[in-house]
């Protein structure tokens, strides 16, 4: 990374910022965590404000920010904690729904410029849709800028009354470089999930509704009376688990639940195809690695989806169990086409924004909004 020393014009104090998490997704987490990186490399002071886990699992401290723990509730005494952290900011960015609805509630009577990142969209019915929608409209108008992380989110700010919204895409941390001989890792990770001598299909995500769990065994029970039949590992957690593993077992289903793991990239690599039946994306992770990792991708398309794979993935209508089945039985009998998608994941992943310029853009946004900060 190139960096400049400093992010202060000469007699102006550093920028301070404060970065405010909720819960925080992997990837919101791990956004944040590479642009705290970047701005503290550039001069910036950097507050996170996120529950102490996130804290001990990102390691913000690690890379130079200043970590305090502040519950994702929105009870008097998060907000009040959210307050006080806040109390000497420049800029305040907040990440996700939750989160900047919690700033908001923290900046309240305050002038200093807010800018929220929408990482995902909030999926929900009823009352709950409501509310989220309330909300939406609260975070999108209070917002001195929306970043999106796709088109469609950044439509949907817009739509929610936002007075400046742009496309800002996150990007990944480089990925890791693979071993120098990769087979014998690769080899030892799928007999560990019991894929030996059988293609080995890989799903990550939190085990509930959206995640098209549901439309993916469905597909299963097509694909199993191949020989071999595909295995299909699901890794991650969530209120689904009991559910899904009840079918699995009841229709002998080729399909395992690993739970949450930290090997999710060595996972991907092992697969013979990475799958993402989502109902709703921005800009999936999993894609992001498929990709990365030279590994064949059967999506849904939905949302971000087509706007981040290009033409380097299989993309199926969402909730079609049939159209996913037989994508991925097309695929497996067809390696020439698997090369070609192979091939067209590596020039696409080229076109996706460094984390360098990821936080130069930021930076840019930051430099906008407080332009009249008085030296010091």
Request: charged share 25%; aromatic share 2%.
């Amino acid at each position: 990374m190139s960096h400049v020393s400093s992010h202060s014009p000469q007699g102006q104090a550093p920028l301070r910022t404060v970065q405010v998490l909720g819960g925080g997704s992997a990837a919101s987490s791990t956004h944040v965590r590479s642009l705290a990186e970047g701005l503290v490399a550039r001069g910036v002071r950097v507050t996170v404000c996120a529950p102490g886990e996130t804290g001990r699992t990102y390691d913000f401290t690690g890379v130079g920010a200043v970590h305090v723990p502040v519950d994702r509730s929105s009870d008097p005494a998060a907000v009040t904690a959210l307050r006080t952290a806040c109390a000497g900011a420049d800029l305040v960015h907040a990440h996700g729904l939750h989160a900047a609805f919690r700033a908001s509630l923290a900046l309240s009577g305050r002038t200093v410029p807010f800018v929220v990142t929408w990482h995902t969209r909030s999926q929900a019915e009823g009352a709950r849709g409501h509310l989220l929608r309330l909300l939406e409209r609260r975070v999108a108008r209070t917002a001195s800028v929306v970043l999106g992380t796709s088109s469609e989110l950044v439509d949907r700010a817009r739509e929610r009354g936002a007075r400046d919204a742009r496309l800002a895409a996150v990007a990944l941390p480089a990925p890791r470089r693979p071993d120098d001989d990769p087979d014998p890792t690769r080899s030892k990770t799928r007999a560990e999930v019991g894929a030996t001598g059988r293609p080995l299909l890989m799903a990550v995500g939190t085990l509930d509704h959206d995640r098209g769990y549901g439309t993916l065994l469905d597909a299963a029970r097509i694909w199993r009376g191949l020989d071999p039949a595909p295995l299909v590992v699901i890794a991650g957690e969530g209120p689904l688990r009991a559910v899904l593993q009840r079918r699995i077992e009841d229709e002998a289903l080729p399909v395992r639940l690993v739970g949450r793991r930290d090997d999710i990239v060595e996972l991907i690599a092992a697969a013979d195809i990475a799958l993402l039946p989502s109902s709703w994306e921005s800009r999936s992770v999993l894609a992001q690695e498929a990709l990365h990792a030279r590994v064949p991708l059967v999506a849904a398309a939905v949302a971000g989806v087509p706007e981040l794979v290009g033409d380097a993935a299989e993309l199926v209508p969402h909730g079609d169990a049939a159209a996913l089945a037989e994508a991925v039985v097309r695929l497996l009998a067809d390696p020439g086409r698997r090369e070609v998608l192979k091939d067209n994941g590596v020039r696409q992943a080229a076109t996706w924004p460094t984390e360098d310029e990821t936080v130069a853009q930021v930076l840019s946004v930051y430099d906008e909004l407080t332009r009249s900060r008085p030296l010091s």
